[in-house]
């Protein structure tokens, strides 16, 4: 399974990093999952401002900065879209990003993971409602990271205090990355039979 770890935010000093590390080192972990960082800063978009819906256009003019992104996501077989919380819900970057996607992640899964004062919960509970309305199969398990700033440190390295709480979300993010790989081969089976 080729998985896109999507960065979410792209202010300077961002956390946000942190978290797609973590989620990216895990997942590369588990056999059968070859985990690469899309991040989007490397895709500048303009505000989406196409004349129709991009589903509904099937002879888009696509920008080529736009291309470069919607090649780029769609050489992929699932993805976590990790999120900050911005004012209860997802960054506008992000959003922007994935209102110019169409058939790239149709019938292929997504989960989420967020951060913030409660795990980027608001910000998830919008991300999988929006995800899933563009096409993509998103799964119920996801990895709501409270305590960021000091419970990874700048490479993704859980901290021993995490690791040895109850709660460690380590436990969340592998039983979240094994369920998209199960998901991820069963709809890849799908879709080319
Ligand atoms: C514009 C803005 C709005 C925010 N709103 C929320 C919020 O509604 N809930 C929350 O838990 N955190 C909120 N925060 C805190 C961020 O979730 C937190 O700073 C997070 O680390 C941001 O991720 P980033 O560093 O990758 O941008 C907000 C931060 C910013 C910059």
């Known amino acids: 399974m080729k998985l896109a770890v999507v960065v979410g935010s792209t ?7 942190k978290e797609v590390k973590w989620v990216a080192a895990q997942a590369s972990l588990i056999e059968g999952i070859e985990a690469e960082t899309v991040d989007l800063k490397d895709y500048p978009m303009p505000f989406f401002n196409e004349p129709l819906s991009p589903r509904a256009n099937p002879n888009r003019e696509i920008d080529p900065q736009v291309k470069k992104w919607l090649d780029k996501i769609s050489s992929f077989d699932a993805y976590v879209f990790v999120t900050a919380e911005y004012n209860h819900s997802i960054p506008a970057v992000l959003k922007n990003a994935i209102d110019y996607l169409t ?3 149709t019938r292929k ?3 989420v993971a967020g951060h913030g004062t409660v795990g ?8 999988k409602e929006i995800l899933s309305e563009s096409r993509s199969v998103v799964i119920p398990q996801q ?4 305590g960021l700033s000091e419970g990874l440190d700048d490479d993704g ?7 040895d709480n109850p709660y460690n979300p380590e436990v969340a993010l592998k039983a979240m990355l094994e369920e998209l790989k ?3 081969d069963a709809l890849s089976r799908a879709r080319n039979s």
């Open 120 to 127: 980027g919960a608001r910000a998830m509970m919008h991300l």
């Open 109 to 111: 899964p997504s989960a």
């Open 143 to 146: 990895v709501a990271f409270i």
């Open 157 to 163: 390295n859980l901290s021993q205090t995490l690791k």
């Open 103 to 105: 058939t790239e992640i």
């Open 11 to 17: 202010r300077p000093n961002r956390q946000t990093l």
């Open 182 to 184: 199960w998901y991820s």
